[in-house]
């Protein structure tokens, strides 16, 4: 900021004290010439005069602070010693104009138009005929003086265009400034909203991998420790489950945790690279006899660990698998053609089948029979998961963090969950997402594929 914008700024911060001084400045110049322009006594006008001039600077203090009151003060000052016979009081009444700027800059319309309409009025009518009046002249005296009128007149429409174009620029200026606040109070409130939708997008990540993977887990350690002294076998393979639940669980949590530190290095990357940041390209100090060398280069290189995709539709079947290797009696059903799918909608898909099961495991009793379906139609892809156990009975009317997680990510992508027991006995999970662009006009014959426990 340059030393006149801030000089600007503490004189807008400061205007009272500001036009208070002026004013004085102002006083000490204009009592010394003041002089009734048409008094045909001079010596015995001074006075008066200076008591109009000190009446008409009293209210310059306020010209902006309170613009319409200091402009009616100046005006009704002027009317008043014009109606008392002192027709002109010089150079007192050139503040008039001062009043005129200040109500137009910083006045609302109607006063600056009530006041330019004051100005006419008093200019081309009140002015001639006090003055005539006032000489004695009669209706040759006016007519004399129309053409002093309409200097006057001339001179404050002049006054009052550049104050319109001051006015202009004052008004623009400030819908700016009100325009810019607006967009950091949005850019808070967006950067606020982002940072919640994170921290739901992450929790409900965290929810589904580890109470998935835990409940697996809980489940092959207690019927491990009670097969391990009738079934040695059984209770390796349990082991076996959970060392290789473990390892899925820690590989999906690498994936969450690698596609967070991949956005926030390629956050620091635009950082870096953007103009004006003042941060200088990192160097990568190599062998003696390559000496230094750009860190974009030792980018182009292979990562050890870079972060793997995220499940989507097609890794159910996997999860199917794994659910049977748990105990579960799964089956797995596909409908229709398959499409590629975007990467959020596949990973819902996945997260919303990956909840069912664990709270299949966790709810629907000893021995549960499971259906999970795929359907895909022109316009949406459903996944319908299905048991036969107890699982209404024994979740109760508590939604708990899973399901509400499962209408989440639904809700992300415009789709529905219809969650709820099933007639006969069992729960039902429901969900069915629109598939994003136009549909198939001529969708193939659907095929179907069960898989059995």
């Known amino acids: 900021m340059s030393w006149i914008e801030r000089m600007g700024r503490w004189f807008e911060a400061h205007r009272?004290?500001?036009?208070?001084?002026?004013?004085?400045?102002?006083?000490?110049?204009?009592?010394?010439?003041?002089?009734?322009?048409?008094s045909s006594q001079p010596d015995l006008g001074r006075g008066e005069s200076i008591a109009w001039t000190v009446a008409l600077l009293a209210p310059l203090?306020?010209?902006?602070?309170?613009?319409?009151?200091?402009?009616?003060?100046v005006f009704g000052v002027a009317l008043a010693h014009i109606l008392a016979g002192y027709p002109m009081i010089m150079p007192g009444d050139l503040l008039v104009l001062v009043a005129l700027w200040s109500v137009t800059v910083y006045g609302p319309t109607w006063s600056h138009v009530t006041a330019i309409c004051s100005t006419a009025v008093g200019s081309v009518i009140v002015l001639p005929v006090a003055v005539a009046v006032r000489g004695g002249l009669g209706a040759s005296g006016v007519?004399?003086?129309?053409?002093?009128?309409?200097?006057?007149?001339?001179?404050?429409?002049?006054?009052?265009?550049?104050?319109?174009?001051?006015?202009?620029?004052?008004?623009?200026?400030?819908?700016?400034?009100?325009?810019?606040?607006?967009?950091?109070?949005?850019?808070?409130?967006?950067?606020?909203?982002?940072?919640?939708?994170?921290?739901?997008?992450?929790?409900?990540?965290?929810?589904?991998?580890?109470?998935?993977?835990?409940?697996?887990?809980v489940?092959?350690?207690?019927?491990?420790?009670?097969?391990?002294?009738?079934?040695?076998?059984?209770?390796?393979?349990?082991?076996?489950?959970i060392s290789e639940t473990g390892r899925t669980a820690l590989t999906d949590m690498r994936r969450l945790l690698?596609?967070?530190?991949?956005?926030?290095?390629?956050?620091?990357?635009?950082?870096?690279?953007?103009?004006?940041?003042?941060?200088?390209?990192?160097?990568?100090?190599?062998?003696?006899?390559?000496?230094?060398?750009?860190?974009?280069?030792?980018?182009?290189?292979?990562?050890?660990?870079?972060?793997?995709?995220?499940?989507?539709?097609?890794?159910?079947?996997?999860?199917?698998?794994?659910?049977r290797d748990g105990g579960q009696r799964v089956s797995l059903v596909r409908v229709g053609e398959p499409r590629t799918l975007p990467a959020g909608m596949g990973l819902t898909l996945y997260r919303v089948c990956q909840e069912s099961l664990t709270n299949v495991r966790k709810h629907a009793g000893p021995d549960p029979a499971v259906t999970v379906a795929v359907r895909w139609t022109t316009s949406t892809?459903?996944?319908?998961?299905?048991?036969?156990?107890?699982?209404?009975?024994?979740t109760g009317n508590d939604p708990g963090f899973g399901l509400r997680g499962m209408r989440e990510r639904a809700n992300l992508y415009g789709g529905t969950l219809e969650t709820g027991p099933r007639r006969g006995g069992g729960f039902r999970v429901h969900l069915e997402l629109p598939l994003p662009g136009a549909p198939v006009t001529a969708p193939p014959a659907p095929t179907t594929t069960q898989e059995d426990a």
């Open 258 to 323: 690698g596609v967070l530190r991949s956005q926030d290095d390629e956050d620091a990357a635009r950082d870096e690279a953007s103009p004006g940041s003042g941060a200088t390209p990192a160097l990568t100090i190599g062998p003696a006899a390559g000496g230094a060398r750009p860190a974009s280069a030792a980018a182009d290189e292979p990562r050890q660990a870079r972060p793997a995709p995220q499940p989507g539709v097609e890794e159910i079947e996997d999860l199917v698998a794994q659910a």
């Open 381 to 394: 892809v459903e996944l319908e998961v299905l048991d036969d156990g107890r699982g209404a009975a024994a």
């Open 61 to 73: 203090p306020w010209r902006r602070t309170r613009p319409v009151a200091s402009a009616v003060g």
């Open 16 to 38: 009272f004290g500001v036009d208070l001084t002026t004013t004085v400045l102002l006083a000490g110049v204009m009592l010394v010439a003041a002089t009734d322009l048409y």
């Open 219 to 241: 489940a092959q350690a207690d019927g491990g420790r009670y097969a391990a002294a009738s079934d040695p076998e059984a209770a390796v393979r349990a082991l076996g489950t």
């Open 143 to 217: 007519a004399e003086m129309v053409p002093v009128g309409i200097f006057c007149l001339v001179t404050g429409l002049a006054v009052w265009a550049f104050a319109l174009v001051r006015r202009s620029r004052r008004v623009t200026m400030d819908a700016l400034r009100d325009r810019a606040h607006r967009l950091e109070i949005e850019r808070d409130q967006q950067a606020r909203i982002s940072a919640a939708a994170e921290r739901a997008r992450i929790a409900r990540e965290m929810h589904d991998i580890v109470a998935h993977s835990l409940s697996i887990v």
